[in-house]
């Protein structure tokens, strides 16, 4: 079974523009999640879907960051204008159902410069 | 104020020691979990739980809800342990650990 699958898997911007991320969870899981994680730190969720809604986006940027799941399958995560101290990990997760053990993709490691 | 509290937050261990991480959290949940991730690579999860214990090989994990605390531990521990070790709870989201960065000398 194929696990989460993230792309690209590094980025490197300059400040001000534009940058997307994708994620296909694994097939039928219903929830998604989008997290960021600083070196150190652990994942902070940025907003989680229950099939295609967005069922807590409360801690995303929204003057900035924008998401989407269309179908209810693969997501995007998108950031305009990113700013320095977006450079981060984002991470995407899936599970079958929300509170349900998470299977993790690999990342998208984001630099703005 | 953090929700779910690790310690230690950096732990040194020799080949073969027990090793035991503790969580500790503050919110009402429906389930544990414990997680792992290697430096530079992805997140994956060892356990979920909601009472007592389980175990996979070498690793254990047990959860008192009434104290609300958690313990994972790792017999014979090896260098292939050395990693982040992250708690994180689910009441009515998730909450994360700043997580416990494990290193086994061989």
């Known amino acids: 079974e194929a696990g989460v699958v993230q792309s690209p898997r590094y980025k490197i911007i300059e400040k001000k523009q534009p940058v997307a991320f994708w994620c296909n969870p694994i097939s039928g899981h219903n929830t998604l999640y989008w997290y960021l994680q600083n070196l150190g730190q652990g994942p902070e969720l940025l907003i989680r879907y229950e099939n295609e809604e967005a069922v807590d986006d409360s801690q995303l940027p929204k003057d900035r960051f924008s998401a989407e799941r269309l179908k209810g399958v693969d997501s995007t995560l998108k950031i305009q204008p990113a700013e320095l101290g977006d450079s981060a990990v984002y991470l995407c997760?899936?599970?079958?159902?929300?509170?349900?053990?998470?299977?993790f993709g690999p990342g998208t490691r984001l630099t703005v410069t | 104020k953090n929700e779910v509290e690790q310690s230690p937050q950096n732990l040194t261990a020799q080949e073969g020691e027990f090793i035991t991480i503790n969580c500790s959290y503050s919110?009402?949940?429906?389930?544990l979990h414990w997680l792992q991730q290697h430096p530079g690579g992805g997140i994956v999860s060892l356990f979920m739980l909601s009472s007592g214990k389980k175990k996979h090989g070498r690793l254990i994990a047990t959860i008192n809800i009434q104290e609300k605390h958690s313990s994972l531990h790792i017999t014979a521990s090896h260098p292939r342990d050395s990693a982040v070790y992250i708690c994180?709870?689910?009441?009515?989201?998730?909450?994360f650990g700043t997580g416990t960065s494990l290193t086994v000398i061989p």
């Open positions: 919110v009402g949940i429906s389930a």
């Open positions: 994180a709870v689910y009441g009515n989201q998730f909450y």
């Open positions: 997760a899936s599970s079958p159902y929300v509170g349900y053990e998470q299977y």
